[in-house]
């Protein structure tokens, strides 16, 4: 298999820790309190959908390397993290600030 | 999960009539203030940053070329860029938000500064922080 190709095992484990994270823990959706979370050092995860602005995942991911958080590429578009998170609407980005019981953040930084 | 909104650091103002600036956070806020009840910073920053100087301008040319405006300003965090980059310059004593009460104080303030900066300047370390931010047109990632 090609290295770095996401499996459909993989992914559908992602869902489902990003799912476990939504009903138990804490999270923000959206680039401005993503970058809020980032500032006082409270996020521990960011989630970026593949289409997110190119300008904009670079800040993001720039302000994740200043205060050493990790990035996941979400294998989908902001449609499909929306609906991951289980919500109605579009996600480009998301921030994981309690993972509650989910291992998300212990599991996928590594991963990538 | 590093906080790195701290003292010393390197920042870029985005908005205002300082957007495009280089600064150093001289003290941050983060939980805000009464009057400011978001996080903010004191920074410190380039009002005209010192023009290239080049090998044959006479010592004159060379002092007038080196000179730096600086500005002081309380910034929302929302409002600035944080950089890689740190700036260890000593401003602690001289740039405080008490500085900006009055405008006697701030341009005292100011002027002290832009002593400091330009010492700083002058001695070739910090390159980065005292030339102008590189704007590239179409550029779709972030350089700094």
């Given amino acids: 298999m090609v290295a770095g190709k996401k499996t459909k095992k993989t992914h559908e484990s992602i869902n489902n820790r990003l799912a476990l994270v939504m009903k ?5 959706l959206g680039y401005k309190t993503i970058l809020r979370s980032l500032r006082n050092s409270k996020g521990k995860l960011i989630i970026i959908s593949n289409n997110c602005l190119p300008l904009r995942k670079s800040e993001i991911e720039y302000y994740a390397m200043l205060a050493k958080v990790g990035v996941h590429h979400f294998n989908g578009n902001n449609v499909d993290l929306g609906t991951a998170c289980g919500k ?3 996600v480009s980005c998301l921030s994981i600030i309690d ?4 291992d998300i953040i212990k599991t996928l930084p590594g991963e990538q | 999960m590093v906080k790195f909104l701290k003292p010393n650091k390197a920042v ?6 300082f957007a495009g600036r280089k600064a150093v956070i001289v003290r941050s806020f983060d939980d805000g203030t009464r009057d400011r009840p978001y996080g903010h910073c004191l920074v410190a920053g380039i009002g005209k940053y010192p023009k290239k100087v080049i090998r044959k301008d006479s010592a004159k040319k060379t002092a007038k070329k080196s000179r730096v405006k600086a500005f002081i300003k309380l910034v929302n ?6 950089t890689r980059y740190t700036l260890d310059v000593d401003l602690k004593d001289v740039v405080t938000v008490d500085a900006l009460q009055s405008r006697d104080k701030k341009v005292t303030a100011a002027k002290e500064t832009k002593a400091r900066f330009e010492e700083r300047f002058k001695t070739g370390k910090n390159r980065w922080f ?3 931010l590189r704007t ?3 550029c779709k990632y972030l350089v700094l």
């Fill in chain 1, 24 to 28: 138990s823990g804490k999270y923000t």
């Fill in chain 1, 88 to 90: 109605y609407f579009r």
């Fill in chain 1, 99 to 102: 993972p509650g019981d989910s």
């Fill in chain 2, 12 to 17: 870029i103002v985005l908005q205002g009539r």
């Fill in chain 2, 77 to 82: 965090y929302s409002h600035i860029m944080p």
């Fill in chain 2, 130 to 132: 005292f030339s102008k």
């Fill in chain 2, 136 to 138: 590239a047109v179409n």
